[in-house]
């Protein structure tokens, strides 16, 4: 059994709390919260939780094991160094931090403490990405030529960080996840329509060795909502359709093959269309398995699906996505 | 009555032939074509049709009016070149051009023989662009933000073109017809998975002045069609889905406005949602009303909605595009 | 403050539970539930009520005001004419009772206690339905030429009443609700796939003055779920497709006209084919708004929207319907 | 090489002739129709086939081989009958004829001259219902259960047959081709909103022994078009939407299975959901494969699948719909 903190009971943190509440081996003892007006609200779902306002008084608990921050990414590295500093284990909210070197130095700070870093990528944990990452893993799609995602509608418009820190991380976090080596660059452009300057449609592109793409289309200014990704390998296709409620996946088994020189008459290639396969997929919620594996990686040094190095991978690519936007969408190497 | 000449017989020509075959006040006098296996199709399909290989033949009688030309991109120069020094009107597939510099040209020619120099883009004359136009014409969605469009499906690899100058010259020919102004800049990013190296994926984006932005997603390597177009405008947003039969045009009654600095509390902007109307289009063929169009511009003097501006416009921003993916996705200038 | 007590706790008890202890004006005092196994789950989230198994100590306590009863159908009359005996105001489930007979009995006993007897027709609180309502009544859409359902999918099979007791009763009440007088007469057949001969697919038939018409279909066995309702007036149609999430309502501008008898040539009928309308419609819960309503019922005397001739009505079509069904298809008159 | 004349070039005469002029050994000779103004176009579309108003001039010249009949039902049988007389081949329009009777004498007719005498139910030539039927035949959704058709558009007002007899005989075909076994009996609803009386809503019920069911929902009036058809097997169900383009046939791995009664605890069925499968078929013009059926069938003694056989049962349901629908939905038992 394993005691837990959750920081922020705003917009997400009320998930995490219901979802942690539900794992076993595991009893959510403080949240954390500035609004006091939350308070009776917390104490009629949660009369075993006390809420309180002193952020230094959970992390001295010692009976606190891991905290869960659920709060403004510019608060993240404050909160998440202290907590490790203090021998807890972190779960952190998408995106990690604002920026690489904070993620780095958490990450120093983890390791030389020998406490779990966790990042909160919800996506992996969905049946869906597991059913593609299975049938990437097991060759039914063959090598990933490209990935095309597009995250639109009209949303919320966040005060601090841009529509690609907003959304993208789902994006990136998947495209990690499923592909089998890292982009050698970034590009990115953005446009804002407040005058706060904040981008609020963006266009992302990861560009791989051999060719191999990687496209994210995000925008908060959108009439319709969609959630779209394509991903395109040399054997099948997939298209995953996030708001089909239980076709979420459709395998084509199309492609399209060069035919070799010799052969060459009039045309360069070779076209196939076939079966389309909608596989059943469990019906889950993402949230409950990440917590979870949290729980696990604490209480039994399971490793994490959605651990540091994914957090400091998405964090990396935003952070070179700022630089391009901000340098006329300039092609980023990456280290 | 006008007497016209197509030139090339492949994959769009027979649609020409037939389209001006069935407009008034014009006839269709010579098909030229090398590949004799179509003359029998010719024949019986158009019994009163001259099929001939030999162009020389044609531009030198004196009873063809105009000359339209379904040849590929790289012929188009000669060929239309060619047709306006011996007085010809010219009618050219788009896009217009291999390059400005052969636009230029053969614009310049075109006004020193005082002929109709015209493209044939031919979305600019279907019922969903027409209505579109209308709509921003009567400031019904008020000043556009924004246009995101995805044109990709599992298509015909091109030999000697990439998938922006095949698919593209749609989606820019449309947004220089309903932007008031010109853009600023081109953007673009494409990969091949061919040994030709012709890209088969490429992202294409045009900067507006005040954070207008155009976005156009190209492939020949989707699973899936999509011809789907987003027009942002700051009253209301229309979603132009080309492959719907009868609903292609949804006009949104939604938005965002900035609250002003005094009123702010916590939140910045302000949504609305509010209906959404599918207005009712006409079944027509575009291709027709193109077709009268350039009859109309040869036998009356009638300005062409697809003249050589557009045409011109198209070729300049793919001649930037190309610029751009060759030097790594740098922002191009345009003049 | 009115208290309640709430009969069942299996599939839509702890649902009406909920709505109740959200209601102002409202408490729920009692659950009454056999299975004493839902009894730490009703304290875990329900600290303040009381879980008992006997019906008699409820129906007996001064301060309880109303009963809510969620059970099978075949006890509706007999909790429900208890608590009308005992002075209780009462909501039933649907359908109201399992007779015609019945029905009256309990509104008889209603009326003479005067008590408030109510029937839970959840749909009519629904924001689509009541936007329906309103374009009827407003004129929008003329008068009601035919109503036609389609409420189909893998669903549960129930042990005690068939397909149409189960899912019609949705349909039914809709269809009283719109239409503007009462049905002549009913049709329907069915059939069953199991060996117990409780149908599971069948099709109802309800048929008004004047070639009015409406019909349900209704199947546990089909492989996609559609619910799906064409409203069509003599002036607009309506498609109320309530799988959608946020466009369950579609407006369309459609008809045609008998040409008069002096007029015709070739044709008899004028088409008329106009726009599409969205409208936007709240998402609200309509449970939520059906216990406000019976809750206003009780202390404030309103006339509920789903009162006991709803039931009645409900009632009365399934009877009717059950006696064509085992008449082959026999057309029953109604009183 | 057989000559043939088709008789009646108004709405679907032309595709007839269309399609016999591309069908191998076979030329179209004459085309009959009253309409003289069609002469111009049919002499210009097929300079090689003779326009004639004299029916009887076609049945008497020795040459002609086959008659092809598309003109309104009411005059079926005579053409027929004559032509079958005079030696001819006969392919009708469905329906075959516009009554069992005459459907009978036809057959007679046929059978003593030794001629075919075929039917044009265009659907049974389809790809979506050659497989489908490759599908049943293979024992793929084991034994059909149930079929549910909904056929509805704001469709043409015929002037001399209902609904059901315009629209229903590609479900009846379709309905026979598939099932294994005759119905008993046959139940149907109709409602007229003309003056005429002609029933422009309707619902048809076959009724098949053991429980086994098909039902079509038809209307002229409805504001959207669905063409959708269920077909539930014990194994398998499909789900046929002839408004797709490339998904026409989805194939459901769902089900339910009875529990013994000696496992029986609290439930009856026991469900199974698995995945969805979207077979790939061509896209070819049914019409022309229904032509060379009739051309092999003249020419090599070919059976045909859309034989007289099928005629008649779709006429026969038919006929038992209309006496159904003028006796109150009585149920029509066949013979």
Redesign the interface.
Known sequence: MINIAVVGFGYWGPNLVRNFANTPDCKVRYIVEKDERQYTKIKNLY?GVEAVTNYGQVINDQEVDAIVIATPVYTHFQLASQALSHGKHVLLEKPMTGSVDEALKLISIAEKNDRVLMVDHTYLYTSAVKKIKQLVDDGIIGRI??I?S?R?N?GL?Q?DVNVLWDLAPHDISICDYLMDEKPLAV?A?G??????GIEN?A?L?L?YPE???A?F?C?W????KIRHM?I?GDEK???FNDLETT?KIRI???G?K?IPEDDRSDV??D?R????????IPQTEALSDMAKDFVAAVSKGKKPISDFNSGLFVVSILEAASESIKN????IKLA
Chains 1, 2, 3, 4 share one sequence.
């Open positions: 009369p030529q490209y095309d597009t639109i009209l418009f005060r590009q452009v446009v804002s329509h407040t005058e706060n449609i266009y592109t560009f060719n191999r793409i496209h289309n925008s200014i959108s009439p319709v394509l395109g296709m997939i298209v076709e084509y088994d199309k399209y060069l360069l290639i076209y269309v076939g079966d389309i396969m909608i596989p059943k006329d969408g300039k092609k």
